[in-house]
């Protein structure tokens, strides 16, 4: 336990170093939200090309890597700019070509195709949330929240109770404890942080809560799984006591696109605070 302490007390600086940043382009939204996003892209796209390096020979692997970053900035782009549907369609058709490009490169398309997806998508998500009129900031806020507090209560909740791992194949750290703890957490601060935002319907933010741990969880452990097909602890060395950005914001690259789908599905009033 006391090893891990300094570990966990860098991760904990790293974070409050980095949430005032995160936090305030979120306040401002527009363009310099789109902006941060963006920025966001390129470090994940180079995390991903670096994660998925053992699949490609140099070559191959500069054609990859730039398809998932230019896809990944035009969607975002078009987004920013007040263009959802042609964004939308700009993602899935880039993730085609991009495929395409790789395996003219005789590298394997799969991985090109996914890693446009898995950085182009949540970038989307994420503007079109904060988009939403009226809606955008507190809905967003609310988002981070949840996850932020998925990983930390799955996190406590894992070392304090132990217990079955949840896919030790993938992530041996993982247990149904912090499973259960980070959805018991999301669902609490999600009905306080639904409440402080002028909400009645905490029950309905509290089960989103829940799912949402669920989803970010998920996300934790494909990118687990990535970097263990890759041979690596890491995505990158970005931020020191976290790894790189993909390492930080896995949760979120789930959670992001499945609450804006939801978004789009029911409309975005009921999305929890209305």
């Known amino acids: 336990m006391a090893e891990r302490d300094p570990a966990l007390r860098l991760r904990v600086l790293s974070a409050l170093a980095l949430l005032p940043i995160a936090l305030a382009m979120v306040w401002f939204g527009g363009w310099a939200f789109a902006a941060f996003v963006a920025l966001a892209v390129v470090v994940m796209g180079l995390e991903w090309a670096r994660l998925t390096a053992f699949r490609y020979n140099r070559r191959s692997g500069r054609v990859a890597g730039a398809a998932v970053l230019v896809v990944g900035l035009a969607a975002t782009l078009l987004i920013a700019a007040g263009r959802p549907e042609a964004a939308l369609v700009c993602l899935i058709a880039g993730m085609l070509l991009a495929g395409l490009a790789a395996r003219a490169a005789g590298a394997p398309p799969a991985w090109t195709t996914l890693g446009v997806g898995y950085v182009g998508l949540p970038a989307l998500a994420l503007i079109w949330l904060r988009s939403m009129p009226d809606l955008g900031l507190s ?75 669920v989803v970010a969880q998920l996300g934790d452990l494909v990118e687990s799984g990535v970097k263990r097909a890759a041979g690596v602890k890491d995505s990158g060395t970005l931020i020191p006591g976290h790894g790189g950005l993909l390492d930080r914001v896995d949760g979120l690259l789930f959670a992001a696109p499945t609450l804006a789908l939801l978004g789009l599905i029911a409309g975005g009033e009921s999305l929890a605070w209305r």
């Open 139 to 213: 809905v967003l806020l609310w988002l981070l929240v949840v996850v932020w507090t998925t990983d930390t209560a799955a996190y406590f909740a894992g070392r304090a109770i132990g217990g079955p791992r949840l896919a030790p194949a993938i992530s041996p750290s993982k247990t149904w404890a912090g499973l259960c703890g980070g959805m018991v957490g999301a669902a609490l601060t999600g009905m306080l942080a639904a409440w402080l935002l002028g909400s009645g319907r905490l029950l309905l933010a509290g089960g989103l809560g829940a799912l949402l741990a």
